[in-house]
């Protein structure tokens, strides 16, 4: 399977502590795009990369949020002292670089916060 | 601020029939337009894809149209099916500016 992939599939952590997310894109896209997305709701724009560079970060994202993508592969979204209203599926999609280009998504990362 | 608006959180429909999902947006200026489907528990998966300069755009059972000037798409999928049932998310694409979704329309498609 060359889609992406994402690990764990589901996390049930305790508040306050921290979780690490790992997302792994299709090989040959540059572009890695991370979403929270709640239930009724469409995913939620996080943060996304181009190879390493991080080029757009939401403003929703707290100082809690941290994403990395080292070498422009696979990424990881750490979440830092976890709180309830961090329960959400956390998605991953991956693109080439062109404006249009669709975005091909992971099956999340289902996090709940207990 | 952007704002994508998904009329209709929820359309009901029976089997045979058109179904008509109506995507509107403000304070964009689309180049692009793209329709996502998801399933529950899954990543949303797409669909199509139609530019500004297009006025409407067909794959199938399933037809997109893009009026830039009262800032809409409206989807249609003929013929539904059960199978068809999932939510349908709409997705204005601004150039320069990451992909920020609408909160999708769920589609109920009964036999």
């Known amino acids: 399977d060359t889609g992406v992939s994402q690990d764990p599939r589901h996390k049930i952590t305790k508040r306050g502590q921290n979780v690490t997310f790992r997302c792994d894109p299709i090989?040959?896209?540059?572009?890695l795009y991370w979403y929270r997305q709640t239930l009724g709701q469409g995913p939620e724009f996080l943060t996304y990369?181009?190879?390493?560079?991080?080029?757009?970060k939401s403003r929703l994202l707290s100082d809690r949020f941290s994403a990395e993508r080292p070498k422009g592969s696979f990424s990881t979204l750490e979440i830092q002292r976890t709180e309830q209203g961090d329960s959400a599926m956390y998605l991953c999609?991956?693109?080439?670089?062109?404006?249009?280009?669709?975005?091909?998504f992971g099956n999340g990362t289902r996090l709940t916060v207990t | 601020s952007q704002k994508i608006e998904q009329n209709s959180e929820a359309l009901n429909i029976q089997e045979g029939k058109t179904a008509t999902l109506t995507c509107n947006y403000t304070?964009?200026?689309?180049?692009?337009l793209q329709w996502y489907r998801q399933d529950p528990g899954r990543g949303p998966v797409f669909l199509l894809l139609i530019r500004e300069n297009e006025k409407e755009k067909r794959k199938e059972r399933l037809k997109v149209t893009f009026d830039t000037t009262l800032k809409q798409s409206l989807f249609h999928i003929t013929a539904s099916q059960p199978a068809d049932s999932a939510t349908y998310l709409c997705v204005p694409n601004q150039a320069g500016t990451a992909l920020i979704f609408g909160k999708g329309t769920t589609l109920s498609v009964s036999s």
């Open positions: 304070n964009y200026s689309p180049a692009y």
């Open positions: 990369f181009q190879n390493e560079a991080q080029l757009e």
């Open positions: 090989s040959e896209h540059n572009r």
């Open positions: 999609a991956s693109s080439l670089a062109a404006d249009n280009s669709p975005l091909h």
